[in-house]
Antibody, heavy 121, light 106 residues
């Protein structure tokens, strides 16, 4: 079955960077799209961006350009997200999710369990 | 970007009651997708392409709509349905989510 296993919680200092991982199994990673999301507890879900594992091509939400960098390692079927210059506003739960769609619309059928990032001095 | 407005923000329903959640888009979209999220858990795909139930979703749930107006209906509320439901559009870039409807058990 499809599984997305995310890395553990992070406590980071303001100004630092953090790299989150999302290890996948149960499907062909190299021909799929992965998206990342931000959710502050009690709030809605924001789409950060997506990456096509086949060639590393990316697309970002304008709001997160310069904040997030998405990469993949096809040898280990793992997706990564780097978050830079962290502030307290970046404290949130971050999810990865496999993107599925038809061309007319895209949705997210499989999600990781989330990684809590806390930015605090 | 397309803004999705969900209503109500919060509601409570009794077991057996019929429940309808709505989602309005600021521009027309081809389809709407819905997710269920319980506290402390990741979102689960619930309904996709407006009316198709995701795997394992009970058939008391249904989805409908077109253009800018969509809805999720529970034919008969059950205890396990208490959760937050989000609508999501993937027709226009970037994908966006509504603010959610928190459904509680009365």
């Amino acid at each position: 079955q499809v599984k997305l296993q995310q890395s553990g919680a992070e406590l980071v200092k303001p100004g630092a960077s953090v790299k989150l991982s999302c290890k996948t199994s149960g499907y062909t990673f190299s021909t799929s799209y992965m998206s990342w999301f931000k959710q502050i507890p009690g709030q809605s879900i924001e789409w950060i961006g997506m990456i096509y594992a086949g060639d590393g091509g990316t697309g970002y939400n304008q709001k997160f350009k310069g904040k997030a960098t998405l990469t993949v390692d096809t040898s280990s079927s793992t997706a990564y997200m780097d978050l830079s210059s962290l502030t307290t506003e970046d404290s949130a739960v971050y999810f990865c999710a496999r993107m599925t769609g038809t061309g007319a619309s895209y949705w997210f059928a499989y999600w990781g369990q989330g990684t809590l990032v806390t930015v605090s001095s | 970007e397309i803004v999705l407005t969900q209503s109500p923000t919060t509601m409570a329903a009794s077991p057996g009651e019929k429940v309808t959640l709505t989602c309005r888009a600021s521009s027309s979209v081809s389809y709407m997708h819905w997710y269920q999220q319980r506290s402390g858990a990741s979102p689960k795909l619930w309904i996709y392409e407006t009316s198709k139930l995701a795997s394992g979703v009970p058939n008391r749930f249904s989805g409908s709509g077109s253009g800018t107006s969509y809805s999720l209906t529970i034919n008969s509320m059950e205890t396990e349905d208490a959760a937050t439901y989000y609508c999501q559009q993937g027709s226009s870039y970037p994908p966006t989510f509504g603010a959610g409807t928190k459904l509680e058990l009365k």
